[in-house]
């Protein structure tokens, strides 16, 4: 199974950027469909966003289309999360999780079978 790892989470001012990394170990992560979760304090784990296996199709929750971005460079076996315009109502716990599955519902949490540690994203106002 993949061992995924979160990497670049911070506070940042509204209206700034960051740049999550999700790395992968024990299994290349090309193998893998990456979504990226969020989890605020009292509330559900959400989708954000997901990429698949090239990198040639990207999905996005509503709130967050135009500002964030998912890439992957597999020769480094990495998936990135780009956050641009970032508002208040994004500070949450980020996780990213992989699954091989090829039929599954991509905002469903239990379509993913490896998940990392999170990490955490403030944006003050």
């Known amino acids: 199974q ?3 790892a979160e990497s670049g989470g911070g506070l940042v001012q509204a209206g700034g950027s960051l740049r999550l990394s999700c790395g992968a170990s024990e299994r290349p992560i090309s193998n893998y469909i990456v ?5 605020a304090p009292g ?3 959400e989708f954000v966003a997901a990429i698949n296996w090239s990198g040639s199709k990207t999905y996005f929750e509503d709130s967050v289309k135009g500002r964030f971005s998912v890439s992957r ?5 990495t998936v990135y999360l ?9 500070t949450a716990v980020y996780y990213c999780a992989a699954t091989q599955q090829v039929a599954f519902v991509m905002q469903d949490r239990a379509s993913y079978d490896s998940w990392g540690q ?6 003050s106002s």
């Open 2 to 4: 993949v061992q995924l």
């Open 35 to 39: 979504a990226w979760f969020r989890q």
């Open 43 to 45: 509330k559900d784990r």
């Open 73 to 77: 460079d597999n020769a480094k076996n």
């Open 82 to 90: 780009e956050m641009n315009t970032l508002k208040p109502e994004d």
């Open 118 to 123: 999170g990490t955490q994203v403030t944006v």
